[in-house]
């Protein structure tokens, strides 16, 4: 599929997009071959601007049958970035099932919304992310008939706003695809492999570090994690360098369990199913960290991942063992289950003593708790620096990937006090609190040694079961675009 800019409206298409505020104004010259049937739908009343609306039209026009999408935006007052998003991923999936050869976007109807240089930008990754299909495993893929899709658009700079564009969408396709790949596949050895193409095309430096010098650095909480597999555990570094050497380093820090099966701990069947999509915090982390390289940014950011698998054999850790983290605090295990956060914990440390971080980000599908808190709609997040998140903040507009601050409330921190250790993985049946998304962000908390910090639950949004606006059933790719707008941002200050 190929986005191109066209400046003509007067041209030939066989499907065409055209946004309305609820104004319902025809702010254009149309195409003289839709123009009628499109005034005629908007003066009889079948087609109202409300928002997200899609009105369908079929039209002959030289003997040929065009498709007419009227997309609704609503108010202009009121609408934000994710309403008009969701608003054209609705026009592009019903463009998807028309099956055009190619389709036309008429932006400078509604250029008021559409030319704001992030609604305008987040628009054309739409039909890529609209479009994708993960077919590794069909015997018979079904390609789309849809070669180009041509965007009428008058911004000025539109055209890096196109090549921004491709780039990000490219990073959440990666996280989707790493994602969506099964655990028979998608190994820490390949997870790491994944990583270093993408950093051998965006020139990213990339050390992957194997269990010898894993246990070299002392990070027992994430090597008692991995010990139940065969598959031996990957510490996966990337360095992108891209400000000056006194700038400040921000570390991004990926859940990269490519298969959970909770451990001694055992999940139940259902809940294991899916569980190859554990790493959807390092697919996330990947992903960006191709797009930030790829763009240039002039900022300095590490991306670490403590890849492996949590398994059940003779090897593996069992609830009440007490192991030493790499920071020193030693932890008694009650859960296997409550995995990720031991290997965050030491991706933190080693990020905070190896790589001289000065700013925190971890992402991770951490709590089944999350999606009780928040939803199913949006990441549940924590943090200690309220000028950082609201940065973050700003970036999930710009991205669409909606998040909810939970506050890390320290009187539950009684929940992971250890009678024998320095710390527990979770809380007992005696101290439970409650706030489960909450308990395991302050867990990862006592790590990251009061250095500015972000924690990311993406569990509610990282996989869905039916599909949602942006896509199909499967991996979402969220966390990617978020990252990558988050250090844009602070690119800028």
């Known amino acids: 599929m190929i986005i191109t800019k066209k400046n003509d409206e007067k041209f030939r298409s066989n499907s065409f997009i055209i946004p309305f505020t609820d104004q319902l104004k025809v702010d254009i010259e149309l195409p003289d071959e839709i123009k009628p049937i499109v005034n005629l739908a908007i003066r009889e009343g079948l087609f109202t601007g409300e928002l997200e609306e899609i009105y369908l039209m079929s039209a002959l026009t030289s003997n040929t049958l065009t498709n007419i999408i009227l997309v609704g935006l609503g108010n202009d007052k009121k609408i934000n970035n994710r309403k008009i998003n969701i608003s054209f991923a609705k026009a592009f999936k019903k463009c998807k099932s028309l099956e055009p050869s190619d389709i036309t976007v008429l932006l400078d109807n509604a250029s008021t919304i559409t030319h704001i ?65 099964r655990s028979m596949y998608m190994t820490p050895t390949q997870l ?136 020193g605090k030693t932890i008694e295990v009650l859960n296997t289950d409550a995995e990720g956060r031991l290997t965050l914990a030491d991706a933190i440390t080693y990020a905070i003593n190896e790589c001289k971080v000065d700013k925190l980000i971890d992402i991770a599908t951490l709590t089944g708790a999350a999606r009780g808190a928040v939803g199913n709609k949006t990441a549940a997040v924590i943090s200690n620096d309220d000028d950082f998140f609201n940065v973050f903040c700003n970036a999930s507009k710009v991205s669409c990937e909606k998040v909810w601050r939970l506050d890390a409330d320290d009187e539950l921190k009684t929940a992971i006090l250890s009678n024998f250790a320095d710390l527990r993985n979770s809380s007992s049946k005696k101290s439970a609190v409650g706030g489960g998304t909450i308990v395991a962000g302050l867990f990862i908390k006592e790590f990251i040694e009061d250095k500015p910090w972000i924690h990311i639950d993406m569990a509610p949004v990282n996989w869905t079961s039916d599909g949602n606006s942006f896509g199909p059933a499967g991996a979402t790719g969220y966390g990617a675009n978020l990252l990558y707008n988050t250090i844009k941002l602070i690119q800028k200050q």
Not at 147 to 152: D, G, H, L, S, Y
Not at 233 to 248: A, F, H, R, S, T
């Open 117 to 181: 240089r992030d609604v305008c930008r987040k628009i054309c990754e739409l039909p890529t992310l609209a479009y994708y299909n993960f077919d590794a495993y069909k015997s018979s893929v079904i390609k789309t008939t849809t070669e180009n899709i041509k965007i009428v658009c008058s911004l000025d700079g539109f055209d890096e706003i196109l090549k921004e564009a491709a780039i990000c969408t490219k990073g959440t396709i990666l996280a989707r695809d790493l994602t969506n790949q």
């Open 192 to 327: 790491a492999k994944e990583a270093k193409i993408v950093a051998d095309e965006s020139n990213i430096e990339i050390t992957i570090l194997e269990e010898k010098e894993i246990k070299k650095l002392k990070m027992e909480a994430f090597l008692a994690v991995g010990k139940g597999s065969k598959e031996t555990p990957k510490l996966i570094v990337m360095k992108y360098l891209g400000g000056d050497l006194n700038q400040e380093r921000i570390g991004l820090i990926g859940k990269g369990i490519t298969f959970d099966s909770g451990g001694y701990s055992l999940k139940q069947p259902n809940s294991m199913v899916n569980m190859s999509n554990d790493m959807g915090g390092a697919a996330a982390v990947i992903g960006a960290m191709g797009s930030i390289a790829k763009m240039k940014l002039k900022v300095n950011v590490i991306g670490i991942i403590a890849a492996c698998e949590n398994k059940v054999s003779a090897e593996s850790y069992v609830p009440g063992d007490i192991i030493t983290s790499m920071s």
